[in-house]
């Protein structure tokens, strides 16, 4: 048997495998300094280099790679529509129905799902009767009541040509 060799079977108990036994306590197993492997010192230029380098580590379930920029902000839908909504509201306010209706076509296929459906619908039918359309903002009113007939705007949209 060589000397490290005995120097370890002595420094802790083992098992017929080699493995080192529990010895009841929880201090660490003693190593003898020809066990110990140490790494040489990275140089800085080594060291830089490898931080410098950008890096893919596949590691189990894990992958770790270097940072990317975040998308750019996205703008808020919900923002746009009522932008273009106060579009139709401040030409209505100027008696420019032509173009109030214009915009609203827009809207409906910019934002044929947004969330301002309902307050399309009854600008739909401001517009018309601004137009001077009675029949079509008729229609417009019968639609929007039917479909949304719980609508805070109910009131202002059964007025319709009256107001």
Known sequence: MDE?????NNAQPHTKSGQPKETGNNEPP????????????????VAEAALMRPHVV???ALTIAPATEPPPPTRDRLVEETQALAQVQDALSRSDPGLAWSLLQQQDRQFSSGQLGEERA??????????????LAEQARASFLMTYPNSPLTKRVKQGCDH
Do not use: I, Y
Not at 4 to 8: E, I, K, T
Not at 30 to 45: I, M, R, W
Not at 122 to 135: F, R
């Open 122 to 135: 009854a600008a739909k039918v401001m517009t018309l009767c601004a137009a001077g359309q009675g029949d």
């Open 4 to 8: 490290s060799r005995l120097a370890r």
């Open 58 to 60: 596949a590691r189990d």
């Open 30 to 45: 003693q190593l003898l300094q020809a066990e110990v492997q140490q790494s040489p010192p990275a140089t800085p230029k």
